[in-house]
């Protein structure tokens, strides 16, 4: 945004058949990035498919946002038409670890 470049970067979100959002809310967005986030994902509501692969429950999105509000409205657009597939076991990064003693092999 202060690099003038964001209405550029907005617009090629716009012709993106898939937005996938990796790691999503592993660091907390302050207020501009929530509002930027939000604007990301109501503009792909119903237009695009969005992948967002996180380890944080629905229920702590408050914590992750500056505003609980706009959580919530993330939450609603993202859960309207979403499936949830949660994956259980083991992680494999620890399974492959090096420092551990694992060889990846």
């Given at each position: 945004k202060r690099e003038g470049a964001l209405d550029r970067l907005l617009a090629d979100v716009g012709k993106a058949h898939l937005v996938v959002l990796d790691e999503f809310?592993?660091?907390?967005?302050?207020?501009?990035?929530?509002?930027?986030?939000?604007?990301?994902i109501s503009d792909s509501y119903?237009?695009?498919?969005?992948v967002l692969a996180t380890n944080v429950e629905f229920s702590r999105r408050g914590t992750v946002f500056a505003d609980d509000k706009l959580a919530a409205a993330i939450v609603d657009r993202v859960v309207h038409h979403g499936r949830l597939v949660e994956f259980g076991g083991p992680s494999h990064r620890l399974e492959e670890s090096l420092m551990l003693g694992k060889s990846g092999s």
């Open positions: 809310g592993y660091v907390p967005f302050d207020v501009d990035g929530a509002r930027l986030l939000y604007q990301v119903e237009k695009r498919s969005m």
